[in-house]
């Protein structure tokens, strides 16, 4: 009786503290909330809709009256005498997303015999509670009608007895998304930018750990990293077994320094391809893509030399040929070992190669500007600026080059991505925190397009390119117009068709829609994909139309996953049409 009592005036204390402000306990530690606009409530609803179904709360409900929770903006919108059960929603970590908290919260006895205090507590609150399942000592407590107070509050009151090892309530929505656990993933604002160079610009990012879900690269798809040489004893690098270097025309490739830059083919290959949720180290964004080395000599390499390190990638299976380098003289000879290289690679598809548009503020550079094949990067600030030297991020001394050879951009500066091994790298901790200019930018897009071709390696280096293009974000404050000779949809001089969207890239490699095409008579044409999609309305992405295969035509559609013909697809007589599965 003595405990019981002391237990029931520390809670007559808790509870006007409980009610003071907004936070919850996790782990002894009061977390604050900070209150958002929506609401999370709790009214009746008899009218019977399906969509309604997955969300009756049985426990507010009865034989008379169905009770069902919904995320209002205004609770307003429903009538007050209906409305039995609200909260309002709380911020996320970054400030701008709602999280709600719902009518149940979570408790944790500290030992089995202490559920005589949790059912005594949940008797005086009007509480239901009910043992979890699959965790020992853990149980899920709901309100009910008759609780005078909100599951946050309650949460707070059973914690602050100090009778319980837990008590939470129940959120929905997360306070912080990390899509994987790699220890420094957190200051990796390319790959999920929740603020951390200013809260506004929360979200501008490659949607990494959307595109995650969809793939996380193939061991298949070869990324050639054509740098100073990457370090092949990083641990947290996925490292093919053949490496080049151009100045030895031997493997295994070394490694070399330009202007005291020794690290910088490892930084390029981390972003490409660290091991992800490992947790150690960073994420890469195509991890499961192993990265081949193919070292340059800067200062004694010659054009044929850097020639031939593009024909041995092609030769050597690369897919990808990332290039964060430029400058210097222009050469027909390293042209044609470029050409060799989208023409030849990958059984004739074409290595997609991407290069950096350099960092002087100016015009892209050579090679980025020799061949209208090759997918130019340009560097974005992390407030979805170009950089410039009067962007965000304070590096006043460098701008990203720009203009009518521009394709894309990707994050590029302040990147955290790893670092030669020990002593060799420009820290002693095998990884970097500042890696910047449009070298950090390009392998950003190298990695997204071996993400595409891992979803589907039937694509020719100009799709790979066009996906790309058509599926890159409009960030930031620029006008991106339709423009001649650009056709993969609006574009701007200083940011090209704008931020790399590796979520919406694999999507796109993933599912071909097809919708407002004739194939005319003579058309000869093989269309394969994991899953297709034809007729009349099948995307937003271009005018709506019918899809027809005209008399005369060759058309085959064929697909690893599935065929879908919509309304408005028609063969017309005399055609030859196909479609199968694989």
Not at 317 to 334: A, D, E, K, L, Q
Request: proline share 3%.
């Amino acid at each position: 009786m003595r405990l019981l009592y002391s237990m029931l005036v520390l809670l007559m204390f808790t509870t006007s503290v409980a009610l003071s402000q907004d936070y919850y306990w996790y782990k002894g530690a009061k977390i604050p909330l900070q209150q958002g606009n929506k609401w999370y409530v709790l009214y009746e609803n008899n009218d019977n809709r399906d969509e309604e179904s997955q969300k009756v709360v049985d426990i507010f409900s009865s034989p008379t009256k169905k009770v069902v929770w919904n995320i209002v903006d205004n609770k307003t919108l429903y009538d007050t005498k209906n409305v039995v059960y609200q909260t309002r929603s709380f911020l996320c970590f970054d400030g701008t997303q709602d999280l709600y908290v719902t009518h149940r919260f979570y408790v944790k006895l500290k030992k089995e015999n202490d559920v005589v205090f949790l059912h005594e507590l949940s008797e005086q609150y009007h509480l239901i509670s009910e043992e979890d399942t699959d965790l020992p000592l853990w149980y899920i407590i709901s309100c009910s009608p008759n609780s005078q107070y909100n599951a946050l509050e309650l949460a707070n009151i059973f914690y602050e007895t100090e009778l319980f090892a837990v008590s939470e309530p129940e959120f929905m929505g997360a306070l912080r998304l990390d899509c994987v656990n790699d220890s420094l993933f957190n200051e990796q604002w390319n790959l999920m930018n929740t603020g951390q160079y200013g809260s506004s610009y929360s979200g501008i990012d490659i949607n990494y750990c959307s595109a995650r879900t969809v793939t996380q690269g193939n061991s298949s798809v070869i990324v050639g990293v054509y740098d100073l040489g990457v370090d092949l004893t990083h641990p947290d690098i996925n490292i093919h077994s053949f490496s080049y270097d151009t100045y030895t025309e031997s493997s295994p490739s070394q490694i070399y320094a330009s202007n005291g830059k020794i690290y910088h083919g490892t930084a390029c290959a981390g972003i490409i391809g660290a091991k992800a949720n490992n947790s150690i180290g960073v994420a890469g964004i195509a991890p499961n893509c192993p990265i081949m080395s193919l070292s340059i000599y800067f200062a004694q390499t010659t054009s044929e030399k850097i020639k031939k390190g593009f024909i041995t990638a092609a030769n050597n299976g690369c897919s990808v040929i990332s290039n964060s380098w430029g400058g210097g003289t222009s050469s027909s000879f390293i042209d044609a070992g470029i050409s060799y290289a989208l023409s030849h690679g990958r059984n004739g598809k074409g290595c997609v190669i991407v290069f950096a548009a350099g960092n002087d503020n100016n015009d892209v550079i050579y090679p980025a500007n020799s061949n209208d094949s090759i997918i130019v990067v340009g560097a974005m600030s992390p407030c979805g600026e170009r950089k410039n030297p009067y962007s965000c991020d304070g590096e006043n001394y460098w701008g990203s080059n720009y203009g009518s050879k521009l394709d894309v951009v990707a994050p590029g500066v302040k990147i955290r991505t790893t670092d030669n091994v020990g002593v060799a790298g420009k820290t002693s901790t095998d990884y970097m925190t500042d890696f910047n200019g449009t070298s950090s930018a390009c392998p950003h897009v190298a990695a997204v397009a071996a993400l595409i071709l891992s979803v589907n390696p039937d694509l020719t280096q100009k799709e790979v390119a066009d996906i790309i293009e058509e599926t890159a974000q409009k960030v930031g404050s620029y006008t991106y117009s339709t423009t001649s000779g650009r056709p993969n949809g609006t574009w701007n001089n200083e940011m090209g068709y704008g931020l790399v969207d590796a979520y919406a890239a694999v999507l796109a490699a993933k599912n071909k829609y097809i919708q407002n095409i004739t194939y005319t008579n003579g058309t000869t044409i093989v269309e394969s994909y994991p899953e297709i999609f034809a007729g009349y309305s099948v995307t937003d992405a271009v005018p709506y139309g019918d899809v027809v295969v005209k008399s005369g035509s060759n058309v085959t559609f064929r697909a690893t996953e599935a065929i879908h013909l919509k309304s408005g697809f028609r063969v017309e007589q005399g055609a030859t049409f196909r479609a199968f599965t694989e």
